[in-house]
């Protein structure tokens, strides 16, 4: 095995390795999503990846991750809110101004 070979092998295993991490942090997100909306009595609707980027946070290089967050309050309405993750670390949670269900 020449040294060409061995850098497209250890970049296939790299991108290999991220893919399976943005997948764990996606799924830890979507229970994380569907825990919050539980709790704050919200209908979970759907969670949306629309921005991935490598960054530092508190020193730590990681994936910081935004996310769409669809729920509703009454059963009709629908709202989009936004989730941040940095890793498996939620950074924020933002959700528009929405009706309470009576």
Known sequence: MDMYSLIILLLI???????????????YTIAYAEQYCKKEGLQFISLARYRTKLSLYRNKPDWLIDYHLEFSSDGETQYVGTIQTHGKRVVSVQLPVFRMAS
Request: glycine share 20%; no cysteine.
């Open 13 to 27: 295993v790299g991108v290999g390795i991220q893919f399976w991490r943005l997948r764990g942090i996606s799924e």
